[in-house]
C-alpha cells in the first residue's frame, strides 16, 4: 500500500511540473495540440497505476486530495506561489508587443492578437496593456482614449495615470516589477519612509501606478494610504 501511494505522489508531482512546463496558455485556451498533450499526459502518467480494489481506489483518491491541499496551502506563501503558479506576464505594454514574453509564454501573436479582438479592439495599438495571468487568461486595459463611454468621447481631458504594479507582496519587495519602472529598492523605501512605512513586515501588499509613480499601501488592517 505505501508503494502504491509513493506512485501516486510521484506521478501526481511530475504531472503538476509537466503542466508548469507546458506553460500557462495550456490552461485556458486548448488548441488540438494542447488538448491531445494533456490528455495523453494524465493518460500515460496515471495510466500506469494499477488500481487493485475499492480499498486501493479510495486511499488513491485521499491521497489526491491530501497532495492538492498541501499544494494549495503551499501556493499562499509568496515565494512558493511565484514557483507553482507563476506570475502575471506583459505581452503588450504601452502599445507595443513584448516578443520575448509571447514566446517564453507559448502563446503565439495570432491567438494574442484574436483575444484582443474578442475584447472589441481590431489594432493593438489601441492596447495600453495586455497581460498573461497564471491562470492562462489575458487581462486587457485599453488606451484612455478607446474604452468605451469615456470622457474622452465626451471632450473631456482625462490624465493617463498609468497601471498600478505590484512593488511589495507580504512583505517583500518585488525587484522585477520595480525594474519594470526604472525605480529601484532604494527609491521604495524612501518612499515607503515618507509614508510613515518604515517596517516592510507590516505591509501586506503595495502598489505603484508606473506613470505618475503613485504608491499605495495596504496593510494586514486593510488601510489604505
Do not use: C
Request: charge should be neutral; hydrophobic fraction near 45%.
Amino acid at each position: 500500500m505505501l508503494l502504491f501511494i509513493g506512485q501516486i505522489i510521484i506521478l501526481f508531482i511530475i504531472y503538476v511540473v509537466a503542466i508548469r512546463i507546458l506553460g500557462k496558455i495550456a490552461l485556458a485556451q486548448l488548441t488540438p495540440h494542447d488538448f491531445g498533450a494533456l490528455f495523453f499526459l494524465a493518460y500515460i502518467l496515471f495510466g500506469s497505476v494499477k488500481v487493485d480494489g475499492i480499498i486501493q481506489g479510495i486511499v488513491g483518491g485521499i491521497t489526491i486530495i491530501v497532495l492538492y491541499l498541501i499544494i494549495s496551502k503551499l501556493s499562499l506563501r509568496n515565494k512558493l506561489d511565484r514557483l507553482l503558479i507563476g506570475e502575471p506576464t506583459f505581452l503588450v505594454r504601452d502599445g507595443k508587443l513584448n516578443i520575448d514574453s509571447l514566446r517564453k509564454s507559448h502563446f503565439t501573436l495570432i491567438e494574442l492578437l484574436a483575444t484582443i479582438r474578442n475584447a472589441g479592439f481590431f489594432d493593438i495599438s489601441e492596447v495600453d496593456y495586455a497581460i498573461l495571468e497564471p491562470n492562462g487568461k489575458i487581462s486587457i486595459l485599453p488606451k484612455k482614449d478607446k474604452v468605451y463611454l469615456t470622457p474622452y468621447h465626451l471632450g473631456l481631458n482625462t490624465e493617463d495615470q498609468g497601471l498600478p504594479i505590484i512593488v511589495v507582496m507580504e512583505g517583500e519587495i518585488q525587484h522585477n516589477n520595480l525594474a519594470i519602472m526604472n525605480k529601484d529598492e532604494r527609491w521604495l523605501r524612501e518612499e515607503l519612509t515618507s509614508q510613515g512605512y518604515d517596517q516592510l513586515a507590516k505591509i501586506l501588499y503595495a502598489t505603484v501606478r508606473d506613470k505618475d509613480y503613485d504608491l499605495k499601501v495596504y496593510t494586514e488592517q486593510k488601510d489604505t494610504y
